[in-house]
């Protein structure tokens, strides 16, 4: 498409392509921008109900685990539990980081004890 005066194109008729690296790259700079936009989100605090059925586990895993999960007391020793969603996201995804990786051989525990085992008769 041609302007009025028939000199250049209009913008609506240029056309770009973007190669894949393009496309990641322009990926990449919007991720950044929505994480500095949610830092600085006021901190937003849920109780254990919420938090555990956003993770999809039970409430007794989420008292459980509160001090791993960096919880907070409202109103003092005794008050109710409150965790930031940002903040608990940060620890499950540094555990899954530093998680060992998973073996075919299934859950073998290794124990060493010093006890004299019983003797099996035949």
């Given at each position: 498409m041609r302007s009025k005066r028939g000199d250049a194109p209009t913008p609506a008729a240029v056309r770009v392509r973007l190669d894949r690296a393009d496309v990641e790259a322009i990926a990449e700079r919007v991720l950044d921008l929505l994480?500095?936009?949610?830092d600085r989100l006021p901190?937003?605090?849920?109780?254990?109900?919420?938090?555990?059925?956003?993770?999809?586990?039970?409430r007794t895993w989420v008292y459980a685990h509160?001090?791993?999960?960096?919880a907070i007391r409202l109103g003092g020793a005794?008050?109710?539990l409150r965790f930031d969603v940002r903040t608990v996201e940060r620890v499950l995804l540094a555990d899954t980081a530093t998680a060992a990786p998973a073996t075919n051989g299934g859950s073998r525990r290794s124990t060493r004890s010093t006890a004299e085992l019983l003797p099996i008769n035949p």
């Open positions: 994480e500095a936009r949610a901190v937003r605090y849920v109780d254990a109900v919420t938090l555990a059925e956003a993770l999809g586990v039970d509160a001090r791993e999960l960096r005794r008050g109710r």
